[in-house]
T-cell receptor
Framework: AQSVTQPDIHITVSEGASLELRCNYS??????LFWYVQSPGQGLQLLLK??????LVQGIKGFEAEFKRSQSSFNLRKPSVHWSDAAEYFC?????????????FGGGTRVLVKP | GAVVSQHPSWVICKSGTSVKIECRSL??????MFWYRQFPKQSLMLMAT?????????EQGVEKDKFLINHASLTLSTLTVTSAHPEDSSFYIC???????????FGPGTRLTVL
């Protein structure tokens, strides 16, 4: 069965500094990868996704992620963090085109932004 | 486009009562809807997958008689928590996709508190 690991439970970053959130997955086939953001008490918003093609993916709100097959990773980055980026971030692996499109989520990383 | 709503956004009920949560796709027809449960400061756990007009498929460990799912139309799925107990208190999030092979769009979630 596939699994998703987000090694960092919490990350604190100063406003204006860069941010990188790690995501590793374990899956036998080529995965479909997603990053979602969740503000407190809210649902999930899709930041970006990777299905195929260019391994560097651009998303909304200035985020990008890079798929590295050799490392089974899909790390999320942002060059300059804004206070509004404080939220919970989830990496997810999808089984689109098989098994009914299920998503498996990582444990999440909570980002705190210092002024 | 691709907006999913949930109603109610929060609900408080007494132990032993049943609670119904609605999930609607507002601007597209969702043949597949998913229900997730999220405990505080934890990740999303898939409870079940429902396809319009069919019985829901429940994940291992989820009691189908406890969590009744109905997907009677292409825009509406309901989750009924029967005979609710305090341990059922959680954040319930639904998602919808055009087909089982397309990405999911998430609702804002429903916070259930059972007293």
């Amino acid at each position: 069965a596939q699994s998703v690991t987000q090694p960092d439970i919490h990350i604190t970053v100063s406003e204006g500094a860069s941010l990188e959130l790690r995501c590793n997955y374990s899956y036998g086939a080529t995965p479909y990868l997603f990053w979602y953001v969740q503000s407190p008490g809210q649902g999930l918003q899709l930041l970006l996704k990777y299905f195929s093609g260019d391994t560097l993916v651009q998303g909304i709100k200035g985020f990008e992620a890079e798929f590295k097959r050799s490392q089974s990773s899909f790390n999320l980055r942002k060059p300059s963090v804004h206070w509004s980026d404080a939220a919970e971030y989830f990496c997810a692996v999808g089984l689109i085109k098989a098994a009914g499109n299920k998503l498996t989520f990582g444990g999440g990383t909570r980002v705190l932004v210092k002024p | 486009g691709a907006v999913v709503s949930q109603h109610p956004s929060w609900v408080i009920c007494k132990s032993g009562t049943s609670v119904k949560i609605e999930c609607r796709s507002l601007d597209f027809q969702a043949t597949t809807m998913f229900w997730y449960r999220q405990f505080p400061k934890q990740s999303l756990m898939l409870m079940a997958t429902s396809n319009e007009g069919s019985k829901a498929t429940y994940e291992q460990g989820v009691e189908k008689d406890k969590f009744l799912i109905n997907h009677a139309s292409l825009t509406l799925s309901t989750l009924t928590v029967t005979s609710a107990h305090p341990e059922d208190s959680s954040f319930y999030i639904c998602s919808a996709s055009v087909s089982q092979y397309n990405e999911q769009f998430f609702g804002p979630g429903t916070r259930l508190t059972v007293l």
